[in-house]
């Protein structure tokens, strides 16, 4: 069902955007997740990001499918936090097996999760080569014959993924203000 959305006012879009297709979202997400409070949430980041992007480009009063639209920015949603649990798992999972003198307190565990979960922002969107290349570059201070030995590509190849992701983070950094 389409419901025309037919104002100049780009809240006022949204709000009939959220008021006509807000409870069908939020009971296709608890169909796909099994959790109603789960679907609750990331129906409100959907919506959020759909306010965030209006700031940027009108669109919410002049969708002609806004069901297909919201379904498209929800399965970002979920994509972003089945891959943000996944790497606060990881992160735990190597915690949990660290010798008790290296126990951290929360704070910094929090800190950490944060940082992991910028960086993981930071970098999606980058190849799995660009990304690898990169991660072995900054991390493990891999020089770039180390890298293309242990990848099989060449050294241009390597000084293309660093430059591409490099670019990407600067980019990045400049977008979200860091």
Known sequence: MSVPLS???????VAALYGAHHGWLVNWLRGRLGCSHQAADMAQDTFMRVLVAERKAPVASELIEPRHFLVTIAKR??????????V???YLQV????????VISPEDRLILLETLHALDAMLSGLGSRVKEAFLLSQLQGLGYKEIAAQMGVSVSSITKYIARATEHCLLFA???GQ
């Open 7 to 13: 104002s100049s006012n780009d809240q006022q879009g």
């Open 77 to 86: 949603v979920m994509v972003d936090s089945f891959r943000r649990t996944s």
């Open 88 to 90: 606060e798992q990881a």
């Open 95 to 102: 915690l949990a097996e660290q010798p008790e003198r290296f």
């Open 174 to 176: 400049l977008e979200h």
